[in-house]
């Protein structure tokens, strides 16, 4: 009634009509999941309301598999979500509703594409069974899933390391005198491991020697057909043509051999 003013209350409200938009999809460091849990953020173009409605899940025509949100920090959603090996192989986007201060609800769906792959590589074949060799140089081919990454190795020891760039992938080894152990396997771009393929390989490169004469029973042979045999130092291959044959400086006898045990 005098006139006096009171001091002046001032505040500023601020109209905000406008949802979050997604600005990073870093749900997951790799972009091809095989089974297993993955962490990763989603940041959005402004503060979110970390009490307001969110969720996050993988969607695509084939299903969706759910996100766990583990929380909400500024601009800043933090997820985590498990794939099952039982997950339907094939291409996901993670669809988002997020809720920013002003109570904006968004809903989202990243253009960045995540691939669910849970399928083991089919286990790799040899093209050739080699098991004994006569030279320390082992020369095969192996069959695998192209675009895979093909690992060899010998003894435990990593030996090849490579993308399967065919289906059929060339191996050449270089191998010592004794037994070794040949283990192949194949990784898809997931990190799905194939079934190991291993195989045994002997190098013996010292010539079989004859440890017993019993070619004959007797020393001093008249005419006729004598039957014996004659021992070795290891097993020898059927499969060949063996030459044995008496002999001396002025003539030699041919002998045939019946069998090979």
Request: no cysteine; aromatic share 4%; glycine share 6%.
């Amino acid at each position: 009634v005098a006139g006096n003013i009171s001091a002046t209350l001032s505040h500023s409200i601020t109209v905000d009509l406008t949802a979050p938009s997604l600005t990073l999809d870093s749900a997951a460091s790799v972009t091809t999941l095989k089974a297993g849990t993955y962490q990763g953020s989603l940041t959005f173009s402004e503060l979110l309301d970390s009490s307001g409605t969110a969720s996050v899940s993988l969607v695509s025509d084939l299903g969706s598999v759910p996100v766990s949100i583990t929380s909400i920090s500024g601009s800043t959603m933090t997820v985590a979500y498990p794939i099952a090996s039982s997950a339907t192989n094939g291409r996901y986007a993670i669809h988002v509703m997020a809720t920013d201060l002003a109570g904006n609800l968004a809903t989202l769906t990243s253009s960045k594409n995540y691939m669910i792959d849970t399928t083991a590589p089919v286990q790799p074949v040899w093209q050739n069974s080699v098991s004994l060799l006569n030279s320390t140089q082992y020369s095969n081919s192996v069959v695998v899933e192209s675009g895979t990454t093909l690992s060899i190795t010998v003894d435990g020891v990593s030996a090849i390391s490579e993308i399967a760039t065919s289906s059929v992938v060339p191996v050449a080894l270089t191998l010592s005198e004794g037994s070794h152990s040949i283990v192949v396997t194949v990784e898809d771009a997931a990190g799905n491991t194939s079934t190991s393929l291993t195989s045994t390989v002997s190098v013996d490169l010292t010539p079989a020697q004859l440890s017993r004469d019993q070619l004959s029973a007797l020393f001093h042979l008249k005419s006729g057909t004598y039957v014996g045999s004659l021992t070795f130092s290891e097993s020898l291959k059927s499969s060949t043509s063996p030459v044995i044959t008496f002999v001396s400086l002025a003539n030699s006898i041919p002998v045939s051999v019946t069998s090979m045990s």
